[in-house]
């Protein structure tokens, strides 16, 4: 549902929150000029805030796209998220990609406008590990592209490095405190 803010609670394991839009709620390819087959389908997430609160951890935020019965696949098209103050596990491994991340994109099947991460927290021990992380397969019709994203206010620490984005443009990173070793940005 569109204009949601959705309230950790306080003291909870999250694991991995799934964010795919609700069973049903496909549009047509009429309502997008980037499908690559007739039938794809279009799921939309907008405007959606998620706020951390006190001791309450999350493994990963994990988007729901791709092949499903029936279709070509399914594009999620993402459109103003926040992350505010979500505390982060370094335990999430996304395989088969040599890096996890805790915010993971795979814009083969996604697209990215308006993703806010901010007042965040990973502190880790894995040099395998990046806070953000935006990927495509090369080989898909479908090109997925990440704009206007905002990184500000975030901690990290004993990760491999803040963020890898990849088909991302408008990129803001403000105000991240790394404690001792991570490398800031790869931006392809």
Request: charged share 20%.
């Amino acid at each position: 549902v569109a204009n949601t803010t959705i309230r950790l609670e306080p003291g909870v394991n999250y694991g991995t929150i799934l964010i795919r839009p609700v069973e049903g709620a496909a549009n047509t390819t009429s309502d997008c000029d980037y499908l690559v087959y007739r039938n794809e389908m279009l799921r939309k997430v907008e405007n959606l805030t998620i706020v951390g609160a006190k001791d309450a951890t999350v493994e990963a935020f994990k988007v729901v796209a791709g092949h499903i019965e029936g279709s070509t696949g399914y594009v999620v098209d993402i459109k103003n998220l926040v992350i505010d103050g979500v505390e982060f596990a370094d335990t999430y491994t996304n395989a088969p990609h040599s890096y996890a991340a805790p915010i993971f994109f795979d814009l083969t099947y996604t697209n990215v406008d308006g993703l806010t991460v901010k007042n965040c927290k990973l502190i880790g021990n894995d040099d395998k590990v990046n806070f953000v992380y935006f990927t495509i397969d090369d080989s898909s019709a479908f090109d997925g592209v990440a704009s206007n994203v905002t990184l500000t206010g975030n901690t990290v620490d004993g990760i491999a490095r803040l963020c890898e984005l990849r088909q991302t443009k408008n990129v803001t990173i403000t105000n991240i405190f790394v404690i001792k070793r991570t490398f800031i940005a790869t931006i392809v």
